[in-house]
């Protein structure tokens, strides 16, 4: 007779982090939310999420490790236990699962690492309880938790519509290279978009949303052509990230001094994204940054990456 013990089940997914290609911000609906048209495209950069089963009654409990995790919070604000506790909910479970997060994505940093979090836990939470449910469904959950939870549950590249959560699919050849610039004091997403209303409000910028400007970054996507998606990069929430971040400013323009195809703000900062011809040239971007002193820490990425997966 073996003397083993079992092993307990555990179940690890992972889920991508993202740059908006484009990001149309339209005028504050009375939900309090703005009517979007982004392209997301996931990057290698990833959350790994790990849920190990424990007995009846123990609820949700979370760790957390990576280079940022002291920044993270470990009680039910944080997505990853909301994700959980969400799923337990809709199926009629009790919510007792250890979730593990490794941080792979720069946090509050613009680029969805506790949306990918929260993705993640769906997926893992969903294998682990054997609870069974469609793609479809979780991506419903996901809505429910977060903006741009769906697009971590999808990844790849897509056009996201509505609050950023409708997605469909686009079509992109071949492999884009990336270099991040991250902050260690993140930017918190209402607040640009607070930012951005009120610069809206004083008549110095104007919401696009309803514009289809988005034709050349689909062209560039499909031809897999790195030199016209840096032309076509847009953000609108990048005045509002700036006026509250002057700052960033000159991350941008290193990385433009440096020969990037395009450099931008990712999503609502205070991450920049700068657009490199290959991985030596991204390495080159994120080595200039910290000489610079322009950043807190470096990321070199390839995109598009998978959608949450189980590994
Ligand atoms: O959906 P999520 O929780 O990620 O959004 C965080 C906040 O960002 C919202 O409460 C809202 O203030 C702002 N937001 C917005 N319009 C969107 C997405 C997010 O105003 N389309």
Excluded at 127 to 132: E, K
Excluded at 164 to 186: I, K, N, S, V, Y
Excluded at 214 to 220: K, N, P, R, W
Excluded at 258 to 267: D, H, K, R, T, Y
Aim: with cysteine; aromatic share 4%.
């Amino acid at each position: 007779m073996s003397l083993a013990a079992a092993p307990t089940p555990s179940v690890r997914v992972r889920a991508p982090g993202k740059v908006n290609l484009s990001l149309h911000v339209g005028p504050l609906d009375d939900d309090g939310y703005h009517p979007l048209v982004s392209v997301f495209q996931a990057v290698s950069l990833a959350e790994e999420v790990t849920a190990t089963q424990v007995g009846d009654g123990a609820g949700i409990s979370l760790t957390v490790d990576g280079p940022q995790a002291d920044r993270v919070p470990l009680d039910a604000t944080n997505l990853a236990w909301r994700a959980a506790e969400l799923l337990a909910r809709h199926v009629g479970l009790a919510p007792d699962v250890a979730l593990h997060l490794a941080k792979g994505v720069p946090v509050a940093g613009g680029m969805a690492g506790g949306s990918a979090d929260a993705a993640a836990t769906l997926v893992a939470c969903d294998a682990l309880w054997g609870t069974g449910l469609s793609r479809q469904d979780l991506v419903a959950l996901g809505g429910e938790l977060g903006s741009d939870v769906p697009f971590a549950l999808h990844g790849h590249t897509a056009v996201g519509t509505g609050r950023g959560h409708l997605l469909t699919p686009a079509m992109t050849r071949g492999e884009f290279h990336w270099a991040f610039a991250a902050q260690d004091e993140g930017l918190s997403t209402p607040a640009v978009y607070g930012r951005f209303d009120e610069l809206v409000a004083a008549g110095r910028l104007a919401p696009t949303a309803e514009v289809d400007a988005d034709t050349a970054l689909m062209q560039a996507l499909r031809a897999g052509d790195p030199t016209a998606l840096g032309a076509a990069l847009h953000n609108d929430l990048q005045a509002a990230a700036l006026d509250l971040r002057p700052e960033l400013e000159r991350t941008l323009e290193i990385a433009r001094n440096g020969g990037a195809l395009g450099a931008m703000v990712s999503g609502s900062g205070p991450t920049v994204a700068a657009l490199a011809r290959s991985r030596q040239h991204a390495l080159a971007i994120a080595a200039t940054w910290t000489a610079e002193d322009a950043a807190d820490s470096v990321w070199c990425t390839t995109a598009p990456a998978a959608g949450a997966r189980v590994l």
